[in-house]
């Protein structure tokens, strides 16, 4: 049981537009600390995809954006390809474990 | 260009200890709120982060397994170790060493190494 909630699975078709999102609680999102999220695709290491809600590192294209909401968070990915078939994460700090805690995971498909 | 490596065994037995190294480069300890931890991943489960020391040795565990986790770093030698006791079948994952940022997030990460528990 992750301290962070995603949905398992989301999927589109090329060219659509999909949101991921990420529910915590009061001692990690709700308390103001960032959110990040990452990529990881198959076989792969993660890769930091967006970092305090809403920065995209040098390299990831614009099609990936972040948002947040109270004690939520989400990833948007507009213009689906391929090769964004991937697992996403979000990840966060929580000061009632005083460590990062990351999200179940959500597996995108593009259809 | 940070890059972090891990290395260690591939298979440990029951009840023995793992002991992992992360050897890095091209990025300085000395800043605050940088660190480097450690995050694990089960076969076909979710992320877990386990430990992470600071740019000034303060060192943060999980708690769920922070009785069987030691991390420690010689800068020297541009390395961090980490050591976890009592390994069990369930402890059976890929292992990451990362690099973590004043703002909290994981930048850069090494490939992984995965480490089977099995007698």
């Known amino acids: 049981q992750s301290v962070l909630t995603q949905p398992p699975s989301v999927s589109g078709a090329p060219g659509q537009r999909v949101t991921i999102s990420c529910t915590g609680s009061s001692s990690n999102i709700g308390a103001g600390y960032d959110v990040h999220w990452y990529q990881q695709l198959p076989g792969t290491a993660p890769k930091l995809l967006i970092y305090g809600y809403i920065n995209r590192p040098s390299g990831v294209p614009d099609r990936f954006s972040g948002s947040k909401s109270g004690t939520s968070a989400s990833l948007a990915i507009s213009g689906l390809q391929a090769e964004d078939e991937a697992d996403y994460y979000c990840?966060?700090?929580?000061?009632?474990?005083?460590?990062?805690?990351f999200g179940g995971g959500t597996k995108l498909t593009v259809l | 260009q940070i890059t972090l490596k891990e290395s260690g065994p591939t298979l440990v037995k029951p009840t023995q200890t793992l002991t992992l190294t992360c050897t890095f480069s091209e990025f300085s300890f000395s800043i605050t709120g940088v660190g480097v931890g450690w995050i694990r991943q089960p076969p076909g489960k979710a992320l877990e982060w386990l430990t992470l020391i600071y740019w000034d040795d303060d060192k943060r565990y999980s708690p769920s397994l922070k009785s069987r986790l030691t991390i420690t770093k010689d800068t020297s030698k541009n390395q961090v170790v980490l050591t976890m006791t009592n390994m069990d079948p369930v402890d059976t994952a890929t292992y990451y060493c990362?690099?973590?940022?004043?703002?909290?997030?994981?930048?850069?990460w090494g490939q992984g190494t995965l480490v089977s528990v099995s007698s």
């Open positions: 990840q966060s700090y929580d000061s009632s474990l005083s460590g990062s805690v």
């Open positions: 990362a690099h973590r940022r004043s703002d909290g997030s994981w930048d850069r």
